[in-house]
């Protein structure tokens, strides 16, 4: 069992993260800026087994074992830099994507350093960003009936921190960690997203990424 935080996580995404957490046994802190709205979005999630979620500020929740950012893009850098001091010494997991709309179709955005991934990096040098949870779909995470099947792709430039990432990611039912290297495929990993999304709301879907001829 690990205690999760999730900066950040009252929004779908989060959430979804959050309840497939909690229900493969760790205690998740669901934290936001506001602590009664982290409340009351846990009060929402009933996750199956033995772990838990419940709501905190973001300054509680930066305090766990490991921390998932889950804010928008735009607040992300802001956020973290001014929980620096309790993510330091901290693996810290970065799901944040740059998109934009346009038409029916979502286009990735590319910050200064190339991700936001290695934008966090940079806003906290005493933590280790490790990058996963970019593609999945946020309904099929929440509803805890679907039948979600779903790769995570999990990159970083510390080995230990991405192994710690995976075992996280592989505790939880229909999901499949894969770890691909370093933070130098930060940018086409987040850029990814973009496809994923643009897929889904052409189609009306729901889909994610399964990668075919892995050896287990």
């Known amino acids: 069992m690990t205690t999760v935080g999730i900066l950040g996580g009252t929004g779908p995404a989060g959430r979804g993260v959050a309840i497939r957490l ?16 982290a409340v009351d979005s846990a009060r929402d999630l009933h996750p199956r087994g033995d772990g838990s979620v419940r709501g905190a500020a973001n300054e509680e929740a930066a305090t766990c074992e490991v921390v998932i950012v889950a804010t928008p893009f735009d607040s992300a850098v802001a956020t973290v830099r001014a929980l620096r001091a309790q993510l330091a010494d901290t693996v810290v997991i970065s799901m944040v994507n740059a998109l934009a709309r346009e038409g029916k179709e979502m286009v990735p955005l590319y910050p200064a350093r190339g991700s936001m991934a290695a934008q966090l990096a940079f806003a906290l040098p005493e933590s280790t960003v490790v990058g996963a949870f970019h593609h999945l779909p946020a309904d099929q995470m929440l509803d805890l009936d679907s039948a979600i099947d779903a790769d995570v792709v999990v990159f970083g430039d510390d080995d230990g921190a991405r192994q710690q990432v995976a075992t996280l990611i592989d505790s939880v039912a229909g999901l499949r960690a894969v770890i691909v290297g370093s933070m130098s495929l930060a940018g086409a990993v987040e850029a990814f997203t973009a496809v994923c999304a643009s897929i889904n709301i052409r189609h009306k879907a729901h889909s994610y990424l399964k990668l075919a001829g892995l050896v287990e």
């Open 22 to 37: 909690a229900s493969a046994g760790h205690e998740v802190v669901l934290g936001s800026r506001d602590a009664q709205r």
